[in-house]
């Protein structure tokens, strides 16, 4: 049997819970996987030793993995991960990363996997339209969609090995300027609103904010937003040119649905639309719809909200 090989999602330092996600889809390839964690400080790996059902668990440490840098991370992580089907989050950073690794190994591989049968994996296609189920023979990189597979539960307590490596890095990204923005991001939230051009201004987002607050959500955006309004930042648009975005529940304001919009969201678990226009195609994907200005309808779903959660 092929060795399976997670890579543990690293978020600002940390390992992300989608981890325990990737242990499941490992398992379902066939094996218990190992799980691979970049760090600079082997101690983070601890929480994935926590994961239930993984074999071991290295923790790769590097100066090079305190920033992202796909060239760099992909030649450290070259160096220390056995070979096998490796498995990582469909993030924008690891689907980055496993293409990169893959191309330094010249294996297939297969991105977005929302479903795995042994050994054919099902991805999404034509910004969701249709689905493909392509077999994989022997090693591969695949990503997985956050939030399609359960986790694994957090009893185990997996050995942990520390492997210093720095591959053959010829370059590293020493800092990142982040722009100053305490706001959770729309690809690691789990609940999502959004704005479209029918917010009509982009201080209208402060509405948005303040359901986001109460909900512990992140504020997405639609790329008319995005390009109409300088205020609203690119790294907000969900969407086939933006981010693909897979929470539990996604509230889309002001956004007619465009194909491109539904790219990036249709596969969130629930959907929740407000519009003021009963034909807007966001309402034929969405679970709950409301058909209301912005303006009746967010004042009513904030205070019912902030009640609930009082
Ligand atoms: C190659 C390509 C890639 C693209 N990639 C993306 C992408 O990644 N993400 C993306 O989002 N788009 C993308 N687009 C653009 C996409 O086609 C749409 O133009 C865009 O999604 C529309 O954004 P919107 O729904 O906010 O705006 P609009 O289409 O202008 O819709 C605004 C909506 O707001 C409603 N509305 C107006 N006023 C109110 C109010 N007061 N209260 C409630 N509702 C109101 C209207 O009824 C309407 O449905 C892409 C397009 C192309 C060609």
């Known amino acids: 049997m092929t060795e399976t090989i997670v890579l543990a999602e690293i978020t600002k330092g940390a390992v992300h819970p989608t981890t325990a996600e990737l242990i499941t889809a490992a398992q379902k390839l066939g094996s218990q996987p190992i799980v691979v964690v970049p760090c600079t400080d082997a101690s983070i790996a601890d929480i ?23 060239a760099g991370w992909a030649a450290a992580l070259d160096a220390v991960a056995p070979s096998g089907v490796l498995i990582a989050s469909a993030s924008p950073q690891s689907k980055d990363l496993a293409a990169r690794i893959a191309a330094r190994r010249g294996i297939s591989v297969v991105q977005d996997v929302v479903k795995i049968d042994g050994n054919n994996l099902t991805s999404p296609i034509y910004s969701g339209k249709a689905m493909q189920t392509v077999a994989i023979d022997g090693d591969a990189a695949i990503t997985v969609r956050p939030n399609v597979f ?8 997996a050995d942990v090995s520390v492997v210093d490596t720095t591959g053959d890095v010829a370059t ?7 722009r100053a923005s305490s706001r959770l991001d729309v690809a690691e939230a789990n609940i999502i609103i959004s704005g479209g051009r029918g917010m009509g201004s982009p201080d209208n987002f402060v509405h948005l904010e303040a359901v986001a607050d109460t909900l512990g959500a992140a504020v997405g955006a639609s790329r008319a937003a995005v390009d109409t309004w300088e205020a609203i930042p690119h790294s907000m648009q969900v969407g086939q040119t933006g981010k693909t975005v897979n929470p539990n529940l996604y509230i889309a304001v002001g956004i007619s649905g465009a194909i491109q919009h539904l790219a990036g969201m249709r596969s969130s678990k629930y959907i929740v639309a407000i519009n003021k226009d009963a034909d807007a195609p966001i309402f034929q994907h969405a679970d709950y719809g409301i058909v209301a200005t912005w303006e009746e309808a967010l004042p009513v779903l904030q205070s019912t909200l902030s009640s609930m959660m009082a």
């Not at 994935?48 to 796909?70: M, T, W």
């Open 48 to 70: 994935a030793a926590s994961y239930a059902g993984s074999a071991r668990v290295i923790a790769a440490k590097s100066d090079v993995f305190s920033n992202y840098d796909a």
């Open 150 to 157: 359960d986790a694994v539960s957090s009893d185990g307590s």
């Open 172 to 178: 590293a990204v020493m800092e990142i300027m982040e």
